[in-house]
């Protein structure tokens, strides 16, 4: 059980629209609170999209996932899972980025992370594009590889991009890897469609032993069947979740960079996550909401949405 300092704001005492946005009205607990050391699960923004090459905009990310996850009440509606009280759970700030410097902000980002892990803090991120979940595996990934269930409508497989340019929101997991913080054969990616330049990331998937699982058979198979096979190639090892918001059909969420239609509808966005039931996650992240694209706000309300059903797979593996 936790104490009251790691509860979130009820919205008994002060209605949900009023106060300081953190993450599910959570305390804030910055890297250099004393408090640190009791906490659980970090949620942490990660305001940084200098990987993308198209639309950009999650930089604006986890502020707005801030605001929209003050919406999360106490309890999962499905599960039951009261998250806040299986777990301390806190907000840690977001990771400072430096804007201009690509290499730069990387090397903030995994000192960052080297720090919550060396607290025995799972973290839970909102990007963000997709290039930050990089520096975060290489931090919880240091010293052996990990599982990945990945969420996406693209692999983010790529080699490179503009003839050489190795970092980019299309090629974090080839370059995680290369350099071994991934096990590819406890690998499996779900949801990838679109049009491509090529097959050469899907070549590269074949070639190493990741699973994909294109959204045609994603349609095929129903978010049971497919969810029993990312378990079973997940197995019982430490395991990392990363979920890009362009998984889910741009109808529900349209304010991400690259969008790709005949995706998943927000029920089945939460299904999925409903199914790591006994995955042992030692991280996650929700990337590529972006808020310029997301007029409505719908985007980031699902993404919170979806920050919460994680955060309580989280609490269910504790
Ligand atoms: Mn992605
Ligand atoms: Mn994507």
């Known amino acids: 059980m936790t104490d009251d300092f790691f509860r979130p704001v009820s919205g008994f005492d002060l209605p949900r629209y009023a106060g300081v946005p953190t993450f599910m009205r959570l305390p804030h607990v910055g890297l250099d609170d004393p408090r640190l050391a009791q906490v659980q699960v970090g949620l942490i923004g990660a305001p940084w999209d200098g990987g993308t090459t198209n639309r950009p905009g999650p930089r604006h990310g986890p502020r707005q996932?801030?605001?929209?996850?003050?919406?999360?009440?106490?309890?999962?509606?499905?599960?039951?899972?009261?998250?806040?009280?299986?777990?301390?759970?806190?907000?840690?700030?977001?990771?400072?980025?430096?804007?201009a410097d690509l290499m730069d902000t990387m090397a903030r980002m995994e000192a960052f992370y080297t720090r919550v892990r060396a607290a025995g803090i799972r973290p839970l991120t909102a990007g963000g594009d997709h290039l930050c979940s990089l520096p975060i595996l290489r931090a919880l990934a240091k010293d052996r590889p990990l599982g990945m269930i990945h969420f996406d409508s693209h692999t983010d497989l790529f080699h490179s991009y503009f003839g050489g340019t190795m970092y980019t929101h299309g090629t974090p997991f080839r370059r995680a890897v290369e350099e071994g913080l991934l096990d590819p054969h406890r690998v499996c990616m779900i949801g990838i469609r679109g049009t491509t330049y090529d097959s050469e990331d899907r070549d590269f998937a074949r070639a190493v032993g990741i699973r994909v699982i294109p959204i045609e058979e994603f349609h095929a198979r129903g978010v049971a069947d497919v969810m029993a096979e990312a378990r079973s190639v997940a197995g019982s090892g430490?395991?990392?979740?990363?979920?890009?918001i362009d998984f889910v059909d741009p109808a529900y969420a349209p304010g991400t960079g690259t969008p790709e239609v005949g995706g998943p509808n927000s029920w089945q966005a939460l299904q999925v996550v409903q199914g790591l039931d006994g995955v042992r996650i030692v991280g996650a992240d929700l990337v590529e909401v972006s808020p310029p694209f997301d007029p409505s706000g719908a985007t980031a309300y699902l993404g919170a949405t979806i920050l919460f059903e994680l955060l309580c797979m989280m609490a269910a593996a504790a």
């Open 238 to 244: 430490e395991t990392y979740i990363s979920y890009d």
């Open 65 to 99: 996932l801030r605001d929209a996850s003050t919406m999360m009440r106490a309890q999962n509606g499905v599960t039951g899972v009261r998250p806040f009280e299986a777990l301390r759970c806190a907000d840690l700030g977001d990771v400072p980025p430096n804007p």
